[in-house]
């Protein structure tokens, strides 16, 4: 059975710096694995889709890297601002399961102080 | 290109009662999909629509719980007799056919809360 566990719950840096989230797997049967952010009270917007035989996707001062192998991914947030604050969640989509059903890390909620 | 829209945002529901909860998928996209957030959990994937027909229901609790996605109009997510337990912010997401490919666009939610 599918796992995914994303480390720190929370994390709380100063705006400017750069950092990393974590999201581990314990199946590397994946089509691909998403991010996505939550905003408080919000619904989730995608950041960044990567498809299992790709390595990373950028996007802006975001980017993300899968190591399929090993059962995991990172989320690098370049230049970190208070606007970034919010729950970031990854999920993957098992091979072989059906069409969005994704598995949901229960996420890292990240404050950037001003 | 309003999105995918749900509604109501929030849906207040004595015990007992039955809720019902609507999404409309993005224009264009065939498929839909609903979630369940409980409190302090992650996502937990309920069933997978496509109009008409129900392709995955394997996250959906075997009782009080149904879905449907009419040839016509939005999909329901409905729960019967609701319970404290029921309490959650309901997610839905719809893709097109390539959802594999390009991922999935998700509503803002309808916060179920049962009293």
């Known amino acids: 059975k599918q796992e995914v566990t994303q480390i720190p719950a929370a994390l709380s840096v100063p705006e400017g710096e750069n950092l990393v989230l974590n999201c581990s797997f314990t199946?590397?049967?994946?089509?691909?694995l998403q991010w996505f952010r939550q905003d408080p009270g919000k619904g989730l917007t995608s950041l960044l889709l990567?498809?299992?035989?790709?390595r990373e996707q950028t996007s802006g001062r975001l980017n993300a890297s899968l190591d399929k192998s090993s059962g995991r991914s990172t989320l690098y947030i370049a230049a970190s601002q208070p606007g970034d604050s919010a729950t970031y969640l990854c999920?993957?989509?098992?091979?072989?399961?059906?069409?969005?059903?994704?598995?949901f890390g229960k996420g890292t909620k990240l404050s950037v102080k001003p | 290109n309003a999105g995918v829209m749900q509604n109501p945002r929030h849906l207040v529901r004595r015990r007992g009662q039955e809720a019902r909860l609507r999404c409309s998928p993005m224009?264009?996209?065939?498929?839909v999909y609903w979630y369940r957030q409980l409190p302090e959990e992650g996502l937990k994937f309920m069933v997978y629509?496509?109009?008409?027909?129900?392709?995955?229901e394997s996250g959906m609790p075997k009782e009080r719980f149904s879905a449907e996605f009419p040839k016509e109009g939005p999909s329901i997510l409905r729960i019967q007799q609701v319970v404290r337990g029921d309490s959650a912010a309901y997610f839905c997401?719809?893709?097109?056919?390539?959802?594999?490919?390009?991922?999935?666009?998700f509503g803002s939610g309808t916060r179920l809360t049962v009293v």
């Open positions: 629509l496509q109009k008409e027909n129900i392709i995955d």
């Open positions: 199946d590397s049967a994946i089509y691909n």
């Open positions: 224009k264009g996209h065939s498929h």
């Open positions: 997401a719809s893709s097109p056919d390539t959802g594999l490919l390009y991922g999935y666009t």
């Open positions: 999920a993957v989509q098992n091979y072989g399961g059906s069409q969005g059903n994704l598995i």
């Open positions: 990567i498809q299992s035989s790709q």
